[in-house]
């Protein structure tokens, strides 16, 4: 086995376990601070697929930015430890076949998928390329996109002045 | 195989009969562990720095004793002290994130050591994105830092920890606007891109272009990295008499140890983004001066905006939290944005 298959495995180990610990632990503060991991996990196979943009921005936006307005969420909130998330009931067979079905379904769409094994043509540099098709093919995507995060931001403003008023 | 690699090469021949991943890692090994000294030795330096131009400032001598000479061993004895000290864990401190937070903190700060371009072959990982993975990779700084504020379980560790975060994250914006002028302008995000790009003499340097452009760029990133790094006029996480320490409030030993190298080794990260995106990294100033090698003029140009740090934490009071948040959002940003869209212009015409 070569060093960066180990490695690999190892990214992927850590980023499924966080990845479990985000979704079964009763501790959310232990759920948002193990999201850290799994997010990082994820910058970390972006480069090895040689999205290094990619893997940059994933930190930046999901750990520099949304992380934290998750942590400040849930540093605010009472009762932080020991949340039984169950909810009163759990009707059992709807569950079990809701779980069933999305695995066989996510299962097909797997292995059903003709993959195209792209030959490893090693670590180019794509941010330019990133950038010419985001001013080029993709102009009208990327302006709709910045509309919309214009139209939140605006939102988000109005929202945070609203209560100066009372 | 990335500039460091191929220094070392050159040093020692065996490396090139190694297996490129065994070369990789003995590579990285070495850079690690000669950046971790390099951040010791620096913070040793800077705290007794930081104490003599205090006293000076305030006209007082600053430590005297230890040592001899002007108390130059007073640091070391004070890290031999830390050493040895007891390592306490306050009862009710959630252990696991307690325990991570310190090395969370250091570890981001040690990681954006990486990209650094010392000099032309002294780049440790000379990445073709290299600046936004040095924006990336420190604001993980903050997570330790809401980490170590929370698992404290005590309100001023929680306090500071929540206003350290809001203003990291604020200060973020004219940092990141203020750097995306200088990559307008080269039009690469690669440390030493940035750096050869301004070749030449020292009106050749980023500062110094585009009309007064850039050095509006650089008085933008230089007072919004003040509060990236939580300084004088911007420490209201540590504010002492309203926080007592701030979100390392309950660590103490070895645990605060790691906290406080972080945070003289990220003074000196963001002197280090200055210099070698605004003031021409490892060049001299004027070709003449080329004879001195380039990791001299790297350091030296950093230590000086570090010194300037210092002057204005001992000249200037701390500001409001309404202050703070008006000088971010209402005067860097627009300024930012304004100097990034005329410089654009300017470019493209």
């Given at each position: 086995?070569?060093?960066?298959?180990?490695?690999?495995?190892?990214?992927?180990?850590?980023?499924?376990?966080?990845?479990?610990?985000?979704?079964?632990?009763?501790?959310?503060?232990?759920?948002?601070?193990?999201?850290?991991?799994?997010?990082?996990?994820?910058?970390?196979?972006?480069?090895?697929?040689?999205?290094?943009?990619?893997?940059?921005?994933?930190?930046?936006?999901?750990?520099?930015?949304?992380?934290?307005?998750?942590?400040?969420?849930?540093?605010?909130?009472?009762?932080?430890?020991?949340?039984?998330?169950?909810?009163?009931?759990?009707?059992?067979?709807?569950?079990?076949?809701?779980?069933?079905?999305?695995?066989?379904?996510?299962?097909?769409?797997?292995?059903?998928?003709?993959?195209?094994?792209?030959?490893?043509?090693?670590?180019?540099?794509?941010?330019?390329?990133?950038?010419?098709?985001?001013?080029?093919?993709?102009?009208?995507?990327?302006?709709?996109?910045?509309?919309?995060?214009?139209?939140?931001?605006?939102?988000?403003?109005?929202?945070?002045?609203?209560?100066?008023?009372? | 195989?990335?500039?460091?690699?191929?220094?070392?090469?050159?040093?020692?021949?065996?490396?090139?009969?190694?297996?490129?991943?065994?070369?990789?890692?003995?590579?990285?090994?070495?850079?690690?562990?000669?950046?971790?000294?390099?951040?010791?030795?620096?913070?040793?330096?800077?705290?007794?720095?930081?104490?003599?131009?205090?006293?000076?400032?305030?006209?007082?001598?600053?430590?005297?004793?230890?040592?001899?000479?002007?108390?130059?061993?007073?640091?070391?004895?004070?890290?031999?002290?830390?050493?040895?000290?007891?390592?306490?864990?306050?009862?009710?401190?959630?252990?696991?994130?307690?325990?991570?937070?310190?090395?969370?903190?250091?570890?981001?700060?040690?990681?954006?050591?990486?990209?650094?371009?010392?000099?032309?072959?002294?780049?440790?990982?000379?990445?073709?994105?290299?600046?936004?993975?040095?924006?990336?990779?420190?604001?993980?700084?903050?997570?330790?830092?809401?980490?170590?504020?929370?698992?404290?379980?005590?309100?001023?560790?929680?306090?500071?920890?929540?206003r350290a975060?809001?203003q990291i994250?604020s200060y973020?914006?004219?940092?990141?606007?203020?750097?995306?002028?200088?990559?307008?302008?080269?039009?690469?995000?690669?440390?030493?891109?940035?750096?050869?790009?301004?070749?030449?003499?020292?009106?050749?340097?980023?500062?110094?272009?585009?009309?007064?452009?850039?050095?509006?760029?650089?008085?933008?990133?230089?007072v919004a990295s003040l509060a990236e790094v939580n300084r004088t006029p911007f420490d209201l996480p540590e504010a002492?008499?309203?926080?007592?320490?701030?979100?390392?409030?309950?660590?103490?030993?070895?645990?605060?140890?790691?906290?406080?190298?972080?945070?003289?080794?990220?003074?000196?990260?963001?002197?280090?983004?200055?210099?070698?995106?605004?003031?021409?990294?490892?060049?001299?100033?004027?070709?003449?001066?080329?004879?001195?090698?380039?990791?001299?003029?790297?350091?030296?140009?950093?230590?000086?905006?570090?010194?300037?740090q210092?002057?204005l934490r001992?000249?200037l009071?701390r500001l409001r939290v309404?202050q703070l948040m008006?000088t971010c959002?209402?005067?860097?940003?627009?300024?930012?944005?304004?100097?990034?869209?005329?410089?654009?212009?300017?470019?493209?015409?």
């Amino acid at each position: 086995m070569e060093a960066t298959e180990i490695l690999f495995l190892i990214i992927a180990a850590i980023t499924v376990i966080s990845a479990a610990i985000v979704a079964f632990s009763n501790k959310i503060i232990y759920a948002a601070f193990s999201l850290l991991l799994t997010l990082f996990g994820f910058a970390a196979l972006y480069v090895y697929l040689s999205a290094d943009f990619i893997a940059v921005s994933q930190v930046m936006i999901y750990v520099g930015g949304i992380l934290i307005l998750i942590l400040f969420g849930v540093l605010m909130t009472q009762r932080i430890y020991d949340v039984s998330v169950k909810s009163e009931r759990n009707p059992v067979l709807p569950t079990l076949l809701t779980a069933i079905g999305s695995a066989v379904v996510l299962g097909l769409i797997i292995f059903k998928t003709p993959w195209r094994q792209v030959a490893d043509s090693g670590y180019a540099p794509i941010t330019e390329r990133i950038g010419q098709a985001i001013m080029g093919d993709f102009l009208l995507p990327f302006e709709i996109a910045s509309i919309l995060l214009l139209a939140a931001l605006i939102g988000s403003v109005f929202i945070a002045r609203a209560e100066e008023k009372k | 195989m990335d500039p460091f690699g191929r220094f070392l090469a050159d040093l020692i021949p065996l490396f090139n009969d190694m297996p490129a991943w065994l070369a990789i890692t003995i590579t990285g090994l070495i850079a690690g562990t000669l950046l971790l000294v390099f951040m010791a030795v620096f913070a040793l330096f800077a705290v007794y720095l930081e104490r003599k131009v205090s006293a000076h400032m305030q006209d007082r001598l600053g430590p005297m004793e230890v040592g001899g000479w002007h108390g130059w061993a007073q640091t070391i004895a004070d890290a031999v002290k830390l050493l040895a000290k007891e390592d306490l864990i306050p009862k009710n401190v959630d252990r696991i994130l307690f325990k991570a937070a310190p090395m969370l903190v250091f570890g981001a700060t040690t990681a954006a050591f990486g990209a650094l371009p010392f000099s032309a072959d002294l780049i440790p990982a000379d990445m073709n994105i290299g600046l936004l993975y040095i924006l990336a990779v420190s604001s993980l700084v903050v997570i330790g830092i809401l980490m170590a504020g929370w698992s404290s379980n005590n309100k001023w560790s929680l306090y500071g920890a929540m206003r350290a975060a809001a203003q990291i994250v604020s200060y973020e914006i004219p940092i990141a606007l203020s750097l995306l002028v200088a990559v307008v302008i080269v039009g690469s995000l690669n440390m030493s891109d940035l750096v050869r790009f301004q070749d030449g003499t020292i009106f050749d340097w980023i500062f110094l272009k585009y009309y007064g452009l850039g050095f509006i760029a650089f008085i933008i990133y230089f007072v919004a990295s003040l509060a990236e790094v939580n300084r004088t006029p911007f420490d209201l996480p540590e504010a002492e008499s309203e926080l007592v320490a701030g979100f390392h409030t309950e660590y103490s030993g070895m645990r605060f140890a790691m906290f406080f190298l972080a945070e003289y080794a990220n003074m000196f990260l963001v002197a280090a983004i200055a210099t070698s995106v605004f003031l021409g990294g490892w060049l001299p100033p004027f070709p003449v001066l080329d004879f001195i090698p380039g990791a001299v003029w790297f350091v030296g140009k950093s230590l000086f905006l570090v010194f300037i740090q210092m002057w204005l934490r001992w000249t200037l009071p701390r500001l409001r939290v309404d202050q703070l948040m008006y000088t971010c959002w209402k005067v860097l940003t627009p300024f930012s944005f304004a100097v990034l869209m005329i410089v654009a212009t300017l470019i493209i015409i």
